[in-house]
């Protein structure tokens, strides 16, 4: 394995830790902000944001486990096939070896 390829499967091990756990808190984050806003408004006492807290986080918690394949899983593929593609095309850019010798020997 060459050492561009070991440090691209490092990365893309350090992004699926991170952005599944992103995904995570991502889909519990409106439930999250509403119970910031309530406690800081003190319109109603600290027992019933908790209660909703707990509510919204129930109702949204479903969706935790879509958000963290989604986040993880989705960009991984287009970003491997976009490197594939770049190196792919360097070396066909590439002249070859055998190549130089043909055209050398026709001269």
């Known amino acids: ?8 499967l490092v990365i893309s091990v350090i992004w699926m830790i991170a952005a599944g756990n992103a995904g995570m808190h991502l889909a519990v984050a409106p439930a999250t902000a509403a119970y ?5 408004s003190k319109i ?3 027992a019933e944001c908790r209660r909703n807290l707990h509510f919204d986080w129930e109702a949204a918690s479903g969706d935790r486990i879509s958000y963290a394949a989604f986040a993880t ?15 792919n095309g360097r070396r066909e850019a590439r002249p070859r ?9 026709n001269l």
């Open 97 to 105: 070896r055998y190549d130089m010798k043909v055209a050398l020997s």
């Open 1 to 8: 394995m060459s050492q561009w390829f070991r440090l691209a």
């Open 36 to 40: 910031r806003a309530c406690v800081e």
């Open 44 to 46: 109603s006492d600290d």
């Open 73 to 87: 899983l989705v960009p991984l593929p287009l970003i491997w096939l976009m490197a594939y593609a770049i190196t």
